[in-house]
């Protein structure tokens, strides 16, 4: 079975300031994508950045980066230049092929970020 | 907005009842996947339809059911609710056209579930 771990349930950051959220997965699957989501208090579901487990490139959107060292099965993101409007819950999600098929997301507890000014 | 649409957008009912909350994809997704985060257990996959067909099943309560129609929306049903089904219920659609793919998921606004 597939698992996402997210360590940190918060962070306060500076405006402005970069930030790194952490996110750790397993999975014996050698095919898998990874995800992340921004979910605003508002509560919508908003995808940022994905990252599939035979690219050789980090993913980058934007201000947004994955840091993804498959060895160490992490999958981080990185936001550039925090704003006030990225305070929001982040989730780290992982999606593996079961029997051939796409199967449904793994999601993580997700990570509570603060952007104070 | 990510072009998935839910209704309702809140439902209140009491226990033993039975709801039917509904979502449309965006144009052109044949893939629907339906997910519960709650408090106690996060967010988790349900169930996953492909062009009509039932792909793939998570942890989709066996009082709970879904389908997909013809014209690709979906309907996800829950029966004999308890307080604990309390939950918001998200659709999300995906374009998915080879089976393996990891196209991204694009989530309606959700529904809030509240069972009195």
């Known amino acids: 079975a597939q698992k996402i771990t997210q360590t940190q349930p918060g962070m306060f950051v500076q405006e402005k300031e970069a930030v790194t959220l952490d996110c750790t997965y397993d999975t014996s699957d050698p095919s898998y994508g990874l995800f992340w989501y921004k979910q605003p208090s508002s509560g919508e579901m908003i995808f940022l950045i994905y990252?599939?487990?035979?690219?050789?490139q980090n993913a980058t959107e934007g201000r947004y980066s994955l840091n993804f060292q498959k060895a160490r099965k992490s999958a981080n993101l990185v936001i550039s230049a925090s704003q006030l409007g990225d305070s929001a819950m982040y989730f780290c999600?992982?999606?593996?092929?079961?029997?051939?098929?796409?199967?449904?997301?793994?999601f993580g507890k997700g990570t509570h970020l603060i952007i104070q000014p | 907005d990510s072009g998935v649409t839910q209704t309702p957008k809140h439902l209140i009912t009491a226990t033993g009842q039975r709801v039917t909350l509904r979502c449309s994809p965006r144009s052109g997704d044949l893939s629907v996947y339906w997910y519960q985060q709650s408090l106690d257990q996060g967010l988790q996959f349900l169930i996953q339809y492909y062009n009509g067909e039932e792909r793939a099943k998570g942890n989709i309560l066996e009082r709970f059911s879904a389908q997909q129609f013809p014209d690709l929306h979906s309907e996800l049903n829950l029966s004999s609710l308890e307080l604990g089904d309390s939950a918001l219920y998200f659709c999300?659609?995906?374009?998915?056209?080879?089976?393996?793919?990891?196209?991204?998921?694009?989530f309606g606004p959700g529904t809030r579930l509240t069972v009195l």
């Open positions: 990252q599939g487990s035979y690219d050789q």
């Open positions: 999300a659609s995906s374009v998915d056209r080879d089976r393996g793919s990891y196209n991204e998921q694009f």
């Open positions: 999600a992982m999606r593996v092929t079961a029997g051939g098929g796409a199967d449904g997301l793994t």
